[in-house]
Structure formats: C-alpha cells, structure tokens
C-alpha cells in the first residue's frame, strides 16, 4: 500500500523567503567579532589528539573485553552481541570527527599555514580513504556554488526529464505520474521503500560519488576523484590528484599488510566496520545540510554567494554535534566563512543570526522525520518553474511555500 505524501506536510512547514540580492557577505561578516575568524595550530591540535586519545581508548578498551569475556558459551556470546556494536557504534562517531578535522585542513580553518593543513589533511584523509586534495578542489567548487543548477558539486538535482527517463516514470492519459514498474509503484513513499533507498545511500554513496561521480554534475565518462584529467580539475592540479592518489594507495596497502598481519576478522571488527559507519555519517550529514524541501536550486541568473550558503541547514545532532565539531548545527555559518574554526561556529551562529533574521534556517524537527521526509520530497526539480526551484516528489508535489519566492 502506498502512504500518502499528506504526512510530510506539517502544518508549522518553514516559510524563509528568498534572500534579497543585495544582502551581501560583507554586511554579514560585520556582525561577527573579529576574533571567530583567527585560526590556531594548537588549538586544533589539541582537538584532535583528543580524538585520536578516543579513537585509541575505544579499540583498547574492546581488545579488553573481548580477550576477557567470559569462557562459558552463552554468556561470552552476549558480551561480543553488545560490546562490538556498541564499539562500532561509537567508534564511527569519534572517527567522523576525525574526518571533520581533515575537512578543516581542506578549508585552510586548521591553522594559518596552508603547509601544515594540507599535510595533516592528507594523512588523515588517507587514512579514511579519501583522496585529499581531490575531495579539497571539488569540495572548494561545492562551497562557492551551493545549490547552484550548473556548478554545484554535490547532491546536484535531477531536472524533471532526466528523472523520468532514468527511473522509468510515465504519466498515462489519466495524468497520474507512475512508475513502469509495479514493484517500484507499490514501494514508493512506504517504509520499506524508503528504508532500502536510504540504506544504499547511506552505504554505498559515499564510494559512489568518488568512483563515477554519483550525484555530481553530469560530466560523463571519466569524472571521478582519482583522475587527474578529469573535467572536475585544471591542468594546474594534476599533481595535486596524483598526490592524493598515492595518499589513497598507500592507505588501501596499508589496509591489506594489516589483513596479512592480524587478519580479516580483526581488521573488519576494530576498523572497517567503523569506517563504513564513518562514511554513513558523512552522506547523511551531507545530504541533510542541502537536500531538503525547504531550499531552493538557483540558475545561474538567479544565483549570489550568499543565496546559495544560505541554502545550508542547521540541525541539532545532540552530543553528536560535540563529537563531530559541530559540522551539523552550526553549517550556516560554515557555508558563510569556510575559513573559519569551527570552535568559533557557535558564537559566529549567534551572531550572524542578528542578521540574516529570516533568512536562516534552522530545522527543528529530529534527524529521522528529516531524512525521510528529504527522502520522501527532494527526487528532482522543474526547470519550468523558473531561476528558483524547489524540490517536488516523483508525483511532482512539492513543500516549499509559494510565497517564498
């Protein structure tokens, strides 16, 4: 039985207008005191052996456990049935936020000296198999033209026509849009459908985006983040993307000496379990922060720096926002001055805030109620609507208040 799209439409939907033209970053940065934007080495240092301190303690701790379990059967098994997901678990949050420092580097906010930042971003983006300077130019691109139709680097919308064509959507004499296939008809919009959808997201997304350029622009055969030839990347870079190749081989060499030395179970358990969970986070924190009814896609005439970081939603993960340094409830602001420490984020929030009045944006509602109504209503946009355009639904519904425009 298909579910009504009735329940994604609450009755309090956020109404943020379009932010006017002339609001410009100057204006914005004016509020912020001068302070938030001053980068320090050992400050972040600090934060991240911190996390690496964790990062060791969880693995030390579930080596305890594990050797120290009880012999008899049934109890050893209910020990190893809590303990390991209970470490993955864990383990995966501290490791994003790991990932999230090396995000810092790629943006320059680690420190004041971009030899140091791309060092320690290359180490530790390798270590979680990411091409660091590949990611770092892409990832740049993505920052300047957020929601921006043609220029934007992740997460990009489908337009109408090529959604139909590429999830096989008819519309009979009836006028009622349907999948060809039953199976794909029945499934949609219920929790089944939309469980399985997000889990391939959510695990397979992330290695997607990096090998074919899964949800990027549409730069054909060849675009993807280990190719120093690819369109994504001058001429100028290519030795930046062969760096980061090597970066990545040595990782993924490093991983296989480790499968040689202490084997597969050990090398799955303590690390690429968490890993893949690491990955999760990643995509769903990203798609969360530009994938939602709420916020439109720009043409290009349409589009201004400002309207499009202001195309970024902040969200309250709990002590997940502690955990990952507050690259989700503090996003906005990220997206305003990239450059910026995210240890001065929350303050720099507050005061942009004062501001942008209107025109920020904060969803309230929980993690879960996001993604599936994300899910649920961001499949495409209708270029017939003009240079400012709002996610609809495959039955071409959409959430965002007419007046918005």
């Known amino acids: 039985m298909v579910a009504s799209t009735q329940q994604y439409r609450p009755d309090n939907y956020p109404t943020v207008p379009i932010p006017p033209l002339d609001l410009t970053i100057r204006r914005i940065r004016a509020a912020v005191p001068p302070h938030c934007f001053k980068r320090n080495l050992l400050t972040s240092l600090r934060h991240l052996a ?12 579930i080596n305890y ?6 012999t008899q059967a049934l109890l050893r098994t209910l020990v190893t049935v809590i ?19 090396a995000h810092e580097c790629g943006h320059q906010a680690f420190s004041p000296y971009k030899s140091v930042n791309d060092a320690i971003g290359l180490v530790l983006h390798s270590a979680l198999f990411v ?25 990009v919308p489908s337009n109408r026509d090529h959604y139909n064509s590429s999830h096989g959507i008819t519309v009979p004499q009836d006028g009622v849009r349907r999948y060809k296939a039953p199976l794909m008809e029945a499934i949609e919009e219920t929790p089944l459908g939309d469980l399985f959808g997000i889990f391939q997201m959510l695990t397979f997304g992330w290695w997607a985006y990096l090998s074919a350029n899964v949800s990027g622009q549409n730069y054909g055969k060849g675009a993807n983040h280990f190719n120093p030839r690819a369109v994504m990347f001058a001429d100028r870079e290519y030795w930046n993307i062969v760096v980061s190749d090597l970066g990545f081989v040595s990782a993924l060499a490093t991983l296989f000496y480790s499968v040689y030395i202490f084997g597969v179970s050990a090398v799955l358990k303590y690390y690429f379990i968490p890993y893949m969970l690491v990955n999760g986070w990643l995509v769903l924190i990203t798609y969360l922060q530009h994938s939602d009814p709420a916020i439109p896609h720009y043409a290009p005439k349409a589009f201004t720096f400002v309207r499009g970081a202001l195309c970024s939603v902040d969200r ?18 990220h997206h305003l001055f990239s450059q910026m420490p995210f240890y001065h984020a929350k303050e720099a929030t507050q005061a942009v805030k004062s501001v942008l009045g209107e025109y920020y944006y904060k969803d309230t509602t929980t993690i879960f109620q996001a993604l599936r109504r994300s899910w649920a209503y961001c499949k495409f ?11 609809r639904n495959y039955k071409m519904e959409m959430l965002a208040n007419e007046k918005r425009r």
Request: hydrophobic residues 45%.
């Open 381 to 391: 946009v209708d270029e017939k609507d003009g240079e400012i355009m709002f996610y």
């Open 50 to 61: 911190l996390d690496l301190l964790m990062v060791s303690a969880l693995a030390l701790l």
């Open 65 to 70: 456990i594990d050797r120290n379990a009880p």
């Open 316 to 333: 309250d993960y709990g002590i997940y926002n502690i955990l990952h340094h507050h690259i989700g409830d503090t996003h906005v602001v």
């Open 83 to 101: 303990a390991w997901p209970t470490y993955w678990w864990w383990q995966g949050a501290v490791m994003t936020g790991v990932w999230v420092l």
């Open 131 to 155: 091409p660091y300077h590949s990611w770092r130019i892409t990832h740049s691109q993505h920052h300047k033209h957020t929601n921006h139709m043609t220029d934007d680097q992740v997460f």
